[in-house]
């Protein structure tokens, strides 16, 4: 069965620094996001991609953050000054079409981010 | 706004013992529900999701849970649950009206279920 793969399944940085977070979705996906969750705390959205463009965001999804589709197949979740409070686990997830379509969200395993 | 309320934080259960995972919801527009389940390590898995007609939903592993909207719930069940139920489950809401955002999830908090021996 197709997966959403992520990578680095862990990611180590130093505060200030720019991280970038790697997401290959499901090929015949059309719809992509992330979302991401804090240790102990629930999954939140961050941002919802279609079209090769950003279709919603969330309030944590500052101008600190940033997504990217380079090339067709990835889709990256880039932040550009890391704070500590960035550490969390990232979640990519893609669909292939609108819910609506009984159209399954997919999720990754996850980037467990640290930020020191 | 929507939100998902999961009362229970940790609920420990007998192995082969019957289990409920207590899910709320608060929209002020119809809504789609789904239940993930998150084992260690690993990613959100959809187990079951209610968008439409029956309201009782089967899944995958044995469970189902019951759309009640009267009572704005989405409980989660499962018989006689096995050890290797042990893992988070994560209620989440959806609207179902297509937005831009192509249909975000909001999650609740979490239920750790706990299946001992």
């Known amino acids: 069965e197709p997966e959403v793969t992520q990578t680095p399944s862990h990611q180590v940085t130093q505060m200030g620094q720019e991280v970038i977070l790697r997401c290959v979705p499901i090929s015949n996906h059309l719809y992509f996001y992330w979302y991401r969750q804090i240790l102990g705390q629930k999954v939140e959205f961050l941002v919802s991609f279609y079209n090769n463009e950003i279709s919603e965001k969330s309030e944590i999804f500052d101008d600190q953050f940033s997504v990217e589709r380079p090339d067709g197949s990835n889709f990256t979740l880039k932040i550009r000054s890391t704070k500590l409070e960035d550490s969390a686990m990232y979640f990519c997830?893609?669909?292939?079409?609108?819910?609506?379509?009984?159209?399954?969200?997919?999720f990754g395993n996850g980037t467990r981010l640290t930020v020191t | 706004a929507q939100s998902v309320t999961q009362l229970d934080s940790q609920v420990p259960v007998f192995e082969e013992a019957p289990v409920e995972l207590r899910c709320n919801y608060s929209s002020s527009v119809s809504v789609y529900l789904f239940w993930y389940v998150q084992y260690p390590n690993q990613g959100l898995q959809l187990l079951l999701k209610?968008?439409?007609?029956?309201?009782l939903v089967k899944g995958i592993n044995g469970f189902e849970a019951e759309f009640n909207k009267s009572q704005t719930s989405f409980h989660l069940r499962k018989p006689s649950v096995h050890i290797s139920d042990t893992a988070e489950y994560f209620c989440?809401?959806?609207?179902?009206?297509?937005?831009?955002?192509?249909?975000?999830?909001?999650f609740g908090t979490g239920t750790q279920l706990k299946v001992e021996l």
């Open positions: 997830a893609s669909r292939a079409g609108p819910v609506h379509y009984n159209s399954p969200l997919h």
């Open positions: 989440a809401v959806s609207d179902p009206i297509l937005t831009g955002g192509g249909n975000k999830l909001t």
């Open positions: 209610y968008l439409s007609g029956s309201t």
